[in-house]
């Protein structure tokens, strides 16, 4: 089955353009001309469609993926005028940068399918293992640790784990709040990827915290005590008994 027959297109474009309408009132209305980073999202659900459309508003190029790009018109047209819809393949090939947001037992279909056109390009992984739903490819991935599963499974891509703590519904909300911005873990073995990603997460409207390689990526991994904490950065540092 090709990757753009994955269970992404299970997922309701109604739903996706619902959750990228609950960016703060008022927030970036009038879209810059895009100037960024072209950015491919693999996985246009709810959280996919949420952080591309965070990006979008911030001035990014962004191509929406989908089996059906039609589908995902809504989503498109509450993202704004720096985003449209393609294939996986077209948003693999467009993006210098990639956002992959797919249930994790389609991870290793990505990196066979697409891995060529994700070669040498950082790509934020918000995959997360589900034993219950990923079967065999998520039990691997929790006891190998997620991160370096993850790199496994996109040879040759710089993979930063990023956006997998947080709900859509929570990064919709949080985003370019007032006060101290909600913190997003990363980690990753290249640190110009990690500089990449940083810079995108500050995009979307949040801080990042490097935790560290790969390897530490399990320590905001579901379940892990980094997880679903939509504590400020500091709150963060301490959490995952990160250096101040």
């Not at 269970?7 to 619902?18: E, M, W, Y």
């Not at 039990?139 to 040759?156: M, T, Y």
Request: positive net charge.
């Amino acid at each position: 089955m090709p990757v753009s027959e994955v269970r992404i297109a299970r997922r309701s474009v109604f739903i996706l353009a619902g959750a990228a309408l609950l960016l703060p009132h008022g927030w970036a209305a009038t879209a810059q001309p895009a100037a960024g980073t072209r950015i491919g999202i693999i996985g246009s659900g709810r959280l996919g469609g949420t952080v591309g459309t965070l990006w979008a508003k911030a001035g990014h190029p962004v191509l929406f993926s989908s089996r059906h790009p039609e589908r995902l018109k809504e989503l498109v047209e509450a993202a704004g005028p720096n985003a449209k819809a393609g294939t996986p393949a077209e948003a693999a090939a467009f993006g210098e940068a990639l956002l992959v947001a797919v249930p994790y037992g389609a991870l290793p279909q990505v990196g066979q399918e697409l891995g060529g056109a994700l070669r040498g390009k950082v790509v934020l992984d918000a995959c997360n293992a589900v034993v219950t739903r990923d079967g065999a490819v998520g039990q691997a991935a929790i006891e190998r640790g997620i991160g370096l599963a993850s790199a496994e499974h996109l040879p040759g891509a710089r993979v930063v784990r990023a956006f997998n703590t947080l709900g859509s519904r929570v990064l919709a909300e949080g985003a370019h709040r007032a006060g101290a911005p909600i913190a997003i873990p990363i980690a990753g073995d290249d640190a110009a990827a990690l500089e990449t990603a940083a810079a995108l997460v500050r995009d979307a409207g949040f801080d990042p915290v490097v935790v560290g390689p790969l390897s530490r990526a399990s320590d905001f991994a579901m379940g892990a005590r980094g997880y679903g904490q939509a504590v400020t950065a500091p709150e963060l540092r301490r959490i995952l008994d990160l250096p101040s």
